[in-house]
């Protein structure tokens, strides 16, 4: 018996390697019916995370994907993308791309997440954003400016329509190559979700090559 179940649970291990190694589409990750349009230069491979700031999943994932993003290759190119999917989510969206705007999206990405999740701010007030901004040297009026600036409200437009061609149902989610969608469900875990897009990358490079 003893040696049955050890058996078993060599398999086991070895099942979770390949899959592991071997995503499975349909399981855990969808494939696009329609690919979407990658924006960056030919020979790289182009990987988005869909977030909202006031998602505690996103924030939890946070950690693990800084850590994996740090290590990506040099034909990779990793960027975020701001979920809209109602009016706090909007706001959200607007103070990361001002931020962008502002040159302080760096410096104040983490810190965004941590006052909502862990200081217990909304920040969904225009008012509030600015104010929030004035901690990485800008003024408030420079602030508002930003949140309200044509600039800005173009990219939520672009971030929505990439929303709607990506069929994101949920955040946070990572696409690989504007094909491949990555859910902490289809992947099991949050921590899972960088392992997978790894596999799905090389598979991506591995089909460039073909």
């Known amino acids: 018996m003893l040696k049955s179940l050890l058996v078993l649970a060599a398999g086991l291990s070895m099942s979770t390697l390949v899959m592991a190694a071997e995503p499975v589409a349909g399981e855990d990750y969808k494939v696009l019916d329609e690919p979407v349009k990658t924006a960056v230069p030919?020979?790289?491979?182009?990987?988005?995370?869909?977030?909202?700031?006031?998602?505690?999943?996103?924030?939890?994932?946070?950690?693990?994907?800084?850590?994996?993003?740090?290590?990506?290759?040099?034909?990779?190119?990793?960027?975020?993308?701001?979920?809209?999917?109602?009016?706090?989510?909007?706001?959200?969206?607007?103070?990361?791309?001002?931020?962008?705007?502002?040159?302080?999206?760096?410096?104040?990405?983490?810190?965004?997440?941590?006052?909502?999740?862990?200081q217990g701010q909304r920040l969904t007030a225009p008012n509030d954003i600015a104010e929030f901004f004035t901690h990485y040297g800008v003024s408030k009026e420079e602030a508002l400016e930003a949140l309200d600036s044509f600039g800005v409200k173009s990219q939520l437009n672009q971030a929505n329509a990439k929303m709607r061609a990506y069929k994101?149902?949920?955040?946070?989610?990572?696409?690989?190559?504007?094909?491949?969608?990555?859910?902490?469900?289809?992947?099991?875990?949050?921590?899972?979700?960088?392992?997978?897009?790894?596999?799905?990358?090389?598979?991506?490079?591995?089909e460039r090559n073909e």
């Open 168 to 206: 994101i149902m949920g955040v946070p989610a990572l696409v690989v190559d504007g094909r491949y969608v990555i859910s902490p469900r289809s992947a099991g875990s949050l921590e899972n979700m960088p392992k997978i897009a790894s596999a799905l990358i090389d598979k991506v490079r591995s």
């Open 42 to 118: 030919d020979g790289k491979i182009e990987v988005n995370e869909v977030f909202w700031y006031g998602c505690p999943h996103c924030y939890a994932l946070e950690k693990p994907l800084n850590a994996w993003v740090d290590k990506l290759p040099d034909d990779v190119v990793f960027q975020r993308i701001p979920a809209t999917m109602g009016d706090t989510w909007t706001q959200h969206a607007r103070a990361f791309y001002a931020a962008k705007a502002l040159g302080i999206q760096k410096q104040m990405h983490s810190d965004f997440f941590a006052a909502i999740h862990e």
